[in-house]
């Protein structure tokens, strides 16, 4: 298994055509066909260590963050992304997430890797996050 030392610059871009799960609904006034924006933050994690959190942008589905993250990584494996809905009652909502390996970026050949990386939501994959 291949492990990754050294120094992780990430870039989150922007995301596309984000959709409220069912939980986030659960407060939503008014008929549940209409149209839900989300406040969607994404959360940074290197394997199960919080590395960083984007901003929250407010009432979009396809939000654009452009947030850099720098960090140290000893011995890592992997990278995750979740976003989540801000929410304004209790937990914040889980809407999708993906995970990166770093063996898949190492073998990549190149010490920049630039690509989309798609996110899992209600069972099915979509393209979200821009990572670079």
């Given at each position: 298994m291949v492990v990754f030392n050294g120094q992780l610059k990430i870039k989150i871009c922007e995301a596309l055509e984000l959709k409220p799960t069912a939980w986030s609904l659960r407060h939503a006034v008014g008929p549940k066909?209409?149209?839900?924006?989300?406040?969607?933050?994404?959360?940074?994690n290197v394997d199960n260590c919080r590395?960083?959190?984007t901003t929250t942008?407010?009432?979009?589905?396809?939000?654009?963050?452009?947030?850099?993250?720098?960090?140290?990584?000893?011995?890592?494996?992997?990278i995750e992304l979740s976003v989540f809905h801000d929410a304004p009652i209790g937990y914040d909502d889980f809407?999708?997430?993906?995970?990166?390996?770093?063996?898949?970026?190492l073998n990549n050949g190149s010490k920049h890797f630039e690509d989309w990386a798609f996110l899992l939501s209600h069972g099915r994959r979509r393209s979200y996050p821009d990572v670079m």
């Open positions: 066909n209409q149209s839900f924006l989300l406040d969607p933050y994404i959360a940074l590395v960083g959190q942008k407010q009432k979009t589905n396809s939000p654009t963050w452009n947030d850099e993250f720098t960090t140290e990584v000893h011995d890592g494996h992997k809407v999708a997430n993906c995970t990166i390996q770093f063996e898949d970026i």
